[in-house]
């Protein structure tokens, strides 16, 4: 392979891992939507949906005894509701989507198997946990929607995203000189997985409070919403006054991230623009945290908080592989 045809691979491979790592994200949205709708359950069946492949619009579609012959762990199901079965079909639909985008990326990794095969095993990895990923959609439907398995199923997502993210940074590896090698100061490292590892932690606080406000909502039957932050505990206000510490820490990363901009023209334009959009997601998602906490949880709210939160964290990996890379490549 020559380097010229390396660098058409690389560059092609790259821009399709973005068009995947971006319908992932789409994926993380709407299943966002599906668990804040409460359509989770807007298909009792796994793979089809009330035994058919194309959804039912209306009831009618439907045989009379439908709520027991597609009972779930033994309990019947609730009314038929045409919105929350489409929208749970629409995020299955987008998922197989995303199987198809990863198969295809893993594909186009094949091309560096001799020259990189790190990039090709990543995307194997990748592949295979979308298979996973599948799986496990079809265990939250017949466990009714257990929270410790959504939570779980939500975190594969984000490791599918570091994955892909790590096989496309190495791409840029056939476009870099080694000229622009540069050394990775212990100032500019040390923030990134600081402010990395601590954005893990607080991801899975919040899945923790989601999965008492998942069954608060069930015990109180949707009802007395301004009541249910209170019932959490303390769980919800470790979550929220450890928001500061991650606020904190993300503001002593970006400032020195932009002092290693200035050193190295060749990252500062990436650095600038990744940087504003962290600083962005920071901004609305304090914002949209601070709105469910004074305003009893806005449906609308929760997976906005949910996207921003996993927006953050693919960012935060970004901006350290990123760096890490090009301050490590030959």
């Given amino acids: 392979m020559t380097e010229k045809s390396t660098s058409n691979d690389a560059i092609r491979f790259r821009r399709f891992g973005i ?10 949205a709407v299943g966002g939507i599906v668990r804040a709708t409460g359509s989770g359950m807007g298909c009792p069946d796994f793979p089809t949906c009330f035994g058919q492949w194309i959804p039912p619009t209306d009831i009618s579609q439907l045989p009379a005894d439908y709520k027991t012959q597609f009972a779930v762990q033994g309990k019947e199901i609730a009314d038929f509701n045409a919105v929350h079965t489409w929208t749970e ?3 299955r639909l987008v998922g197989i989507l995303i199987g198809m985008l990863i198969f295809v990326t893993f594909l186009l990794s094949a091309k560096f198997w001799n020259c990189d095969r790190r990039i090709t095993f990543l995307s194997v990895a990748a592949f295979i946990l979308v298979a996973v990923q599948g799986a496990l959609g079809a265990i939250v439907v017949k466990t009714n929607l257990q929270p410790v398995i959504i939570t779980f199923h939500a975190a594969l997502a984000l490791v599918i995203v570091m994955l ?4 496309v940074i190495r791409s840029y590896k056939f476009e870099w000189k080694s000229a622009d090698a540069v050394a990775l100061p212990v100032q500019v490292g040390l923030p990134m997985i600081v402010s990395l590892t601590l954005l893990f932690l607080q991801i899975v606080l919040g899945s923790q409070v989601r999965q008492a406000v998942d069954e608060i909502h069930k015990l109180l039957a949707g009802q007395s919403r301004e009541t249910w932050l209170e019932s959490i505990g303390i769980l919800f206000y470790v979550h929220r006054s450890f928001s500061l510490v991650v606020l904190g820490v993300h503001l002593w990363m970006l400032y020195r991230l932009r002092q290693f901009a200035f050193q190295h023209p060749a990252l500062r334009s990436f650095l600038f623009r990744w940087g504003g959009i962290m600083v962005g997601c920071i901004s609305i998602e304090i914002i949209s945290g601070a709105v469910m906490g004074y305003f009893a949880i806005p449906p609308a709210m929760q997976p906005i908080h949910l996207f921003l939160g996993s927006v953050m964290f693919g960012v935060d990996f970004l901006l350290y592989m ?7 490549h030959t």
């Fill in 19 to 28: 068009v995947t790592i971006a319908a992932i994200y789409i994926l993380i």
């Fill in 322 to 328: 990123r760096v890490r890379t090009f301050a490590n």
């Fill in 89 to 91: 079909y629409v995020n």
């Fill in 164 to 167: 892909i993210v790590i096989a």
